[in-house]
């Protein structure tokens, strides 16, 4: 069966840190772009971080540039986002997807677009809050 599953989310307090990972079962992640996406009650799923399955070039959306780090572990087959001075407005949900076709990583990577073609997992949710 083929499953991604986020975890590490949880309550921190502003300023603080927190390390997502996002496990693959089934599949290899090395040959997937991953990204990871947020999203709050009421407002669209928005693209945070992603790495492409190419050359591991990483992308950033500006909210997060500088206080984010997506990896991969190969031995793992586990993509982290290690997270920063955490805000505030880093509440969430936050996802993991998967794309492979090179059109589907140009829209999820570059793009941070949620195309029909992402394999998502469940969520973990982060709370950032005093």
């Known amino acids: 069966q083929v499953q991604l599953m986020e975890s590490g989310g949880g309550l921190v307090q502003p300023g603080g840190s927190l390390r997502l990972s996002c496990a693959a079962s089934?599949?290899?992640?090395?040959?997937?772009?991953i990204a990871w996406f947020r999203q709050t009650p009421g407002k669209e799923r928005e693209g945070v971080s992603c790495?492409?399955?190419?050359?591991?070039?990483?992308f950033y959306s500006e909210s997060v540039t500088g206080r984010v780090t997506i990896s991969r572990d190969k031995a793992k087959n586990t993509v982290y986002m290690q997270m920063n001075r955490l805000k505030h407005e880093d509440t969430g949900v936050y996802y993991c997807?998967?794309?492979?076709?090179?059109?589907?990583?140009?829209?999820?990577?570059?793009?941070?677009?949620?195309?029909?073609?992402?394999?998502w997992g469940k969520g973990t949710p982060v709370t950032v809050s005093s």
């Open positions: 997807g998967a794309v492979q076709d090179d059109k589907s990583v140009q829209d999820m990577c570059v793009g941070f677009r949620n195309v029909d073609t992402i394999k």
């Open positions: 089934g599949f290899t992640l090395d040959y997937y772009a």
């Open positions: 790495i492409n399955n190419n050359n591991g070039q990483t």
